[in-house]
């Protein structure tokens, strides 16, 4: 598979994994627990690229603010198809220019 190029400012998803009493109305891949107390399942997060470091490392950044380290190649990283960026445009972090400035 070839290497997904980023560049800071491109808006990314990343699947995250979770495990609760309640899943939310964006989760998918719902399992339950086997005795039924949790369910896991998978949440798309809509992230923007700060930074790219030499060790193939990204620096995502959230809507509210947190940052998150993942190499370029995880799995549960990928770029959003065009009618994903239009879907959900509001939902990816605003690239501004102060954060990209310290990459």
């Known amino acids: 598979m070839a290497q997904q190029k980023f560049s800071p400012g491109d808006p990314v998803i990343y699947r995250r994994s979770k495990c609760t009493t309640r899943p939310g109305p964006r989760a998918v891949h719902v399992t339950p627990a086997p005795r039924g107390e949790d369910y896991a399942y998978e949440v798309d997060k809509f992230w923007v690229v700060v930074e790219m470091r030499s060790d193939r490392t990204l620096v995502l950044r959230t809507r509210r603010g947190k940052l998150h380290v993942v190499r370029d190649d995880d799995p549960h990283l990928r770029r959003p198809s065009l009618l994903e960026r239009i879907r959900f445009g509001p ?7 102060d954060l990209l400035a310290h990459s």
Not at 91 to 97: C, G, K, L, Q, W
Request: no cysteine; aromatic share 14%.
């Open 91 to 97: 939902r990816f972090p605003r690239a501004s220019a």
